[in-house]
């Protein structure tokens, strides 16, 4: 009886922390050799104002002159419309 309640508490944790929700922004990560920009969604570097696109407009390194990058999220899956 004793084995039978402790798996089943522990069970129970499990299923309790595995339904957990966990969120996270999106990032746009741009790297040229010991370069890196990570851009994250709604940032001072993101230059787009909607929420799951970044923009960015930038260098990566000393040695580039243009760069352009547009990123995407996919739609949340819990509304209806997406």
């Known amino acids: 009886m004793k084995f039978l309640k402790r798996s089943f508490a522990l069970a129970s944790i499990f ?3 595995c339904s957990l ?5 999106a990032q746009l990560r741009l790297s040229h050799g ?3 920009v990570v851009v994250v969604d709604n940032s001072p570097q993101d230059l787009s ?3 799951g696109y970044i ?3 930038g260098p990566v390194g000393p040695d580039w002159v243009l ?3 547009v990123g ?5 899956r819990q509304f209806a419309g997406a």
């Open 72 to 76: 995407h999220q996919a739609p949340d």
């Open 55 to 57: 923009f960015y407009n």
């Open 49 to 51: 104002p909607f929420a």
């Open 15 to 17: 299923l309790a922390i």
């Open 34 to 36: 010991v370069n890196t």
């Open 67 to 69: 760069n352009a990058e």
């Open 21 to 25: 929700n966990l969120f996270g922004a």
